[in-house]
T-cell receptor, first 112, second 115 residues
């Protein structure tokens, strides 16, 4: 069993839809949780960074962390074609200077 | 803020050549930088952790003599793929963190093709 599980997709939604992306993990020591967006042939871009359980909102993006269930989510409201990319969840025991454990990434396509 | 620059973005060279990739933190100092490798449609695989002024820490299975890492300053780390062969062809990505509990930011990657 992988330490972090993420459905690879592809996930296809119409423009304007609410997108829900999820990851589960097995290591209860993880404290820091991140979502990155990666366009083809580019490096990952940080979208959300959260510590411990709770919600965090930034524009159209909302990150949720439920440590009791070892489950994290990223919601994208009013999805746009420009949101089409691969979304990677990542987590670490310590802060950003520590080793990250990534999910496999979910490929999202937002169609007109 | 927190911009990481990686160069070159694309390299094509002959088998046996050594290739150097640079990773720079443009607007912050990074005590620690990371080097990843990514195969098509797969996630990032950590190769090594680069610490300024000391030897890099390599992940299991990564050849130290093959992938030389130098982190000579707080804003620059380099990865040299020595005597590259076609199986070394891949997408190499670096990341850096400003430190403390701040997250890692990634460069745009280097696509290496060995003929």
């Amino acid at each position: 069993q992988k330490e972090v599980e993420q459905d690879p997709g592809p996930l296809s939604v119409p423009e304007g839809a609410i997108v829900s992306l999820n990851c589960t993990y097995s290591n209860s020591a993880f404290q820091y949780f991140m979502w990155y967006r990666q366009y083809s042939r580019k490096g990952p871009e940080l979208l959300m960074y959260t510590y411990s359980s709770g919600n965090k909102e930034d524009g159209r993006f909302t990150a949720q962390v439920d440590k009791s269930s070892k489950y994290i989510s990223l919601f994208i409201r009013d999805s746009q074609p420009s949101d089409s990319a691969t979304y990677l969840c990542a987590m670490s025991v310590g802060g950003g200077g520590n080793k990250l454990t990534f999910g496999t990434g979910t490929q999202l396509k937002v169609e007109l | 803020g927190a911009v990481v620059s990686q160069h070159p973005s694309r390299v094509i060279c002959k088998s046996g050549t050594s290739v150097k990739i640079e990773c720079r933190s443009l607007d912050f100092q990074a005590t620690t930088m990371f080097w990843y490798r990514q195969f098509p449609k797969q996630s990032l695989m950590l190769m090594a952790t680069s610490n300024e002024g000391s030897k890099a820490t390599y992940e299991q299975g990564v050849e130290k003599d093959k992938f030389l890492i130098n982190h000579a300053s707080l804003t620059l780390s380099t990865l040299t793929v020595t005597s590259a062969h076609p199986e070394d062809s891949s997408f190499y990505i670096c990341s850096a963190s400003p430190g403390g509990n701040q997250p890692q930011h990634f460069g745009d990657g280097t696509r290496l093709s060995i003929l």
